[in-house]
């Protein structure tokens, strides 16, 4: 019998079956600068005219081990906003809009109707952070992935106004106000360690309820918080010295990255925004308070370094949005640390 792709463990028409399954949700991103349609070989995005002198902020990354955890529980709409996500804050700290999202999924076996559930979970975070799906990539790869495994990953380029860059490093500066977004759970990273915790340490199951009042499974796939549209609407109407992304290494390895080398930030533990999640993690793992803040965002999502005659408007705007947001500290002297106390 002749060798045909689909022999060799590729089936195209699967692949074609996903197109016809994904088109709807995709068409549902698209935004004023879209100029492509889906099918080609690449995604075209028009710069707005009203721009002076644009510059371009790209951002990528994955979601990591925590598309384990998807496919145990056979869910798999979340993980797409959790890549969006993960991009979409990171580029936000710079002050960039979110324009436009690529993705790129690889599998074992190409099954039509969960790589549509992956991609309308991304669809819906580009929906949330305002940008549009304007490509994508889902690759069958027999022998490289288990039949039932896959993971994604994603790619964003949003803009900003070349004056409006932020740089905390030369902007932040003694005194200012460190203002707190609450995160959604543990988001999209240390999902090796929460394996490591629920599997090795407590032999849980992911369907056994617990003390936040869903399953463990619920709790560990809610997803990643998306700040774009409260985060455009801050920028527009306050200046902001800095802004930092919590997410992998917490906020010890992520703060020092938008401080100058003459300051600190001096953070008060109380006035974090608790996630009963963390602390049921640091129990069942019996994980030390350094590695749990050098790991997760223990409840926070964004920092937003700000001046203090700004602080209450900025609450103001907030309140407006109906979206929490709490003082957690200020930056002092120092030389580009972070102070839990």
Known sequence: MALTYESAGVNKHEGYNEVNLIKKFIKNTYTEGVLSDLGGFSGLFELGKDLKNPVLVSGTDGVGTKVKLAQMMDVHNTVGI????????????????????????ATGKLVAEKMASIVEGVAEGCIQSGSALIGGETAEMPGIYKEEDYDI??????????DKIIDG??????????????????????????????????????NDMIETGKTLGEELLTPTKIYAKSIVNLLEKFKVNGLCHITGGGIYENVPRVLGDDVDAKIIEKNIPQKEIFSLLQRWGE????????TFNMGIGMLIFVEREDVEGIKDLFKEMNEEIYEVGEVVEGNSKVILC
Request: overall charge positive; hydrophobic content about 40%.
């Open 169 to 206: 490093k030369k902007n932040v500066k003694k005194g200012n106000v460190i203002l707190a977004l609450p995160s959604s759970g543990v988001h999209s990273n240390g999902f090796s360690l929460v394996r490591k915790i629920i599997f090795d340490c407590k032999n849980f199951s992911l």
């Open 153 to 162: 990953a994603g790619f964003c380029v949003g803009v900003v106004e070349k």
């Open 82 to 105: 959790d890549c969006v996500a993960m991009c979409v804050n990171d580029i936000l700290c710079q002050g960039a809009k979110p324009l436009f999202f690529l993705d790129y999924i």
């Open 287 to 294: 994980i030390s308070k350094e590695e749990m803040y050098g």
